[in-house]
């Protein structure tokens, strides 16, 4: 069997490069993601974010990075796997992408269920936030249960 790849996209009706340094920098995505963050995105950077909410954590190591276009991280939620991040001009605004790759274990298709749920959130969350500064408290709100279980360790 093929691992599956878990694909996301919204229409943000805001700039590239706002859009981008949305998930670039954690004094934004802050407002719509994770609570905390050790820094901002840089390539051969690594990461800690923390849901706090959860009580929980994860790394990323940032692998690419091209301003406004592109971010490329791998990690370790809920095993090592890779995620790129797409931001493209759009006459609206900006269409993000993000694809999330090289899953795999024996629960590879809930993982990748759980993985498209949350993409599909984050990108919500994003759009409410840049568009209408609004914190609809989507990641906070989504699954809280199933969540905390899953990431055990993380702490």
């Known amino acids: 069997m093929t691992a599956p790849i878990v694909k996301a996209e919204m229409l943000i009706r805001k700039p590239p490069a706002e859009v981008f340094n949305a998930f670039a920098d954690p004094a934004v995505t802050t407002k719509f993601w994770f609570t905390k963050s050790s820094g901002k995105l840089e390539a051969g950077k690594r990461v800690r974010w923390e849901w706090e909410m959860y009580g929980v954590g994860d790394d990323a190591d940032v692998k690419e990075i091209e301003p406004n276009k592109r971010i490329v991280f791998e990690w370790s939620f809920p095993k090592s796997n890779m995620v790129e991040m797409m931001f493209a001009p759009h006459a609206k605004g900006t269409l993000v992408t993000i694809t999330n790759s090289g899953l795999r274990g024996a629960d590879v298709i809930a993982e990748a269920l759980d993985l498209t749920q ?24 989504s699954g809280a249960d199933h969540i905390v279980p899953s990431w055990e360790g993380r702490r």
């Open 118 to 141: 949350g993409w599909n959130l984050v990108l919500a969350a994003a759009k409410a936030w840049l568009e209408l500064r609004a914190d609809l408290d989507i990641v906070a709100d």
